[in-house]
């Protein structure tokens, strides 16, 4: 039985790395952790018969083809069209995930700077994030400031309070100091004392 297993496994590892996927892709797909799928190609754990035509299914195979190390893997250009739809949503769905990943940590990187000791909106966040410009929207900076672990470090200033349409965004550190606060996030105003022109001079 453990040579059964070992043989299947090593069958289903190429039948995978034919068609270009990595054990966690192909777990994801197959609605199993990477785990199992990591466990089974070792040969370590058997697989049921519902798991092994559902594996062979994606292949587009019977699930005695599947175990069967006689028979070639299919390239991926012969995988069934539901099976190829899966996998081209599965690496767009990755796509997002890597750019959101950087999203997340440029965000970190400004609100650990200073450019957040200023009430700043959220495309103005976005427009220091990614100066040579984005896809992402600034809707897209709200939503990540207001979430749990960011919202303990920023304050949310209402567009109301600053006397605009857009709400604001400043470190809850800088809100501690009002006077550091109210330099750094009211424009200037014009010293007409001394400024004779402003006197109507």
């Not at 089974?40 to 062979?56: L, P, Q, S, W």
């Not at 957040?116 to 809707?139: K, N, V, W, Y």
């Not at 303990?152 to 800088?174: C, F, Q």
Request: proline letters at 5%; hydrophobic letters at 35%; aromatic letters at 8%.
């Amino acid at each position: 039985m453990d040579e059964e297993k070992k043989v299947f496994g090593e069958q289903l590892k190429k039948y995978r790395e034919t068609i270009g996927l990595k054990q966690h892709q192909f777990a994801s797909l197959m609605d199993a952790t990477p785990a199992y799928v990591s466990s089974v190609e070792r040969g370590r754990t058997g697989i049921g018969i519902e798991n092994m035509i559902k594996f062979a299914a994606f292949f587009g195979q019977k699930h005695y083809q599947l175990a069967n190390p006689d028979i070639a893997p299919p390239t991926p250009a012969k995988l069934p069209k539901a099976s190829k739809a899966a996998i081209a949503e599965l690496q767009r769905t990755e796509k997002q995930n890597k750019k959101d990943d950087v999203f997340k940590i440029r965000l970190d990187e400004l609100i650990a700077g200073d450019f957040l000791t200023r009430a700043r909106t959220a495309s103005e966040i976005l427009t220091e994030m990614f100066p040579d410009g984005t896809d992402a929207s600034a809707a897209k900076v709200t939503t990540y400031l207001t979430a749990t672990k960011r919202k303990k470090l920023v304050n949310t200033v209402s567009g109301r309070e600053w006397g605009g349409k857009e709400n604001r965004y400043i470190l809850k550190s800088a809100l501690a100091n009002p006077e550091y606060t109210r330099k750094r996030s009211m424009p200037a105003k014009p010293n007409i004392a001394a400024d004779p022109a402003a006197q109507g001079e």
